[in-house]
């Protein structure tokens, strides 16, 4: 499969609660990144961490990145409404720098 | 930042007929595009790569003949998808990466394809 897994598939929290979703993979990579797809739109670029780096940090987000264990996590705090949308993380594998591989996706839903 | 257009951004056809989306990048040269499709609800599953002047890559399982992907400049790649039918109705969004910037591709806003 060319997919890596995310979970949860689904999550629905309240406006203000932190989110985190993790992300499992499958083969050595060059890096990790996050995305994030409004429901019928394009993707945004969120954050790329490296596979020498454990964790980063970029405004409400904070990446981790655990090599040994083929797992990455993305923590959103104080979520607000907009921040409702699909988030995937993408893989470049080491092999294949070329390619970018996506998880499986985790829908996040944010309650007022 | 770096712009990436797709156009149409949707398209309704008949079945059988065959439909041409393109892919530019705006304000840089893109040596190398990317092309995935999306069902719904589900992740982007990457279909071919193609570099400037070059023949496409493909991935397994996906018909060369079936998507004709062209890349004859360094701004603009085509996917053209022939004889279309119902099941190939999907959400087509291609990427595009500049040399320079390795690790980053640059995602267009996707097209709606619908096939009757």
């Known amino acids: 499969s060319q997919q890596g897994e995310e979970d949860p598939q689904a999550l629905s929290i309240q406006e203000g609660e932190n989110a985190t979703m993790n992300c499992s993979y499958k083969t050595s990579i060059n890096n990790l990144q996050w995305y994030r797809q409004n429901s019928g739109r394009g993707l945004v670029h969120l954050i790329l961490i490296r596979s020498n780096e454990r964790e980063k940090h970029s405004g409400r987000l904070r990446v981790t990145l655990d090599t040994s264990k083929k797992s990455s996590s993305l923590l959103i705090t104080a979520s607000r409404a907009a921040d409702t949308a699909s988030y995937f993380c993408a893989t470049v594998p080491y092999s294949s720098a070329s390619k970018i591989i996506f998880g499986s996706g985790t829908r996040l839903s944010i309650r007022p | 930042g770096a712009v990436v257009s797709q156009h149409p951004s949707w398209v309704i056809c008949k079945s059988g007929t065959s439909v041409k989306i393109e892919c530019r990048s705006l304000?840089?040269?893109?040596?190398?595009m990317f092309w995935y499709r999306q069902f719904p609800k589900q992740s982007l599953m990457l279909m071919a790569t193609s570099n400037e002047g070059s023949k496409a890559t493909y991935e397994q399982g996906v018909e060369k003949d079936k998507f004709l992907i062209n890349h004859a400049s360094l701004t603009l790649s085509t996917l053209t998808v022939t004889s279309a039918h119902p099941e190939d109705s999907s959400f087509y969004i291609c990427s595009a990466r500049e040399q320079a910037l390795y690790n980053e591709q640059f995602f267009g806003p996707g097209t709606r394809l619908t096939v009757l």
């Open positions: 304000d840089f040269q893109a040596t190398t």
